[in-house]
């Protein structure tokens, strides 16, 4: 029964002048295989402004782009942060995961610091700034977004 529906589906897109013999689907690259390195891959945003693909691997800790001729490169693994007191602290990423894109601003959490970060996508430096923190040692007085 399901033979010949197809068929007559098939039949009634060539009189209408479909050509079925075209691939219907688009040409897929990969860009990113981990694999081969046990690399994972969690965090994936687009920028159209730049035909930038911005993505994490989370084992490493690390934010990449692609072009998306062929060229991806790490443009964060580390961010900035000014201690209460005022002084300087680098720390490395722990596990970026999840991204998004909003007014050139490329935003992902920091799972394992529990921090959300963002990023000038804009910026050639990629400098990683703090935006806030998810988590509060005291619960009674959370913190976060």
């Known amino acids: 029964m399901t ?3 197809w068929i ?12 079925t013999q ?7 690259t990969t860009i990113f295989d981990g694999s081969s390195t046990g690399m994972q891959m969690w965090g994936l945003v687009y920028d159209p402004g730049q035909s930038m693909l911005f993505f994490t691997k989370t084992d490493p800790g690390e934010v990449w782009r692609s072009d998306l001729q062929g060229g991806a490169s790490k443009v964060a693994d580390r961010v900035s942060e000014t201690k209460p007191n005022g002084d300087p602290k680098v720390e490395r990423l722990d596990q970026p995961e999840f991204m998004t894109l909003a007014g050139g601003q490329v935003y992902f959490s920091d799972t394992g610091k529990m921090r959300l970060r963002q990023m ?11 935006v806030s923190n998810f988590w509060s040692d005291n619960m009674d007085d959370p913190q976060g977004i």
Do not use: I, W
């Not at 007559?8 to 050509?19: P, T």
């Not at 691939?23 to 897929?28: D, I, K, N, S, T």
């Not at 000038?120 to 700034?129: H, I, M, Q, S, T």
């Open 3 to 5: 033979d010949g529906f």
């Open 120 to 130: 000038n996508a804009l910026d050639p430096d990629y400098e990683v700034l703090p």
């Open 8 to 19: 007559l589906s098939l039949l009634f897109l060539q009189s209408k002048g479909v050509n």
């Open 22 to 28: 075209e691939l219907a689907y688009p040409q897929v």
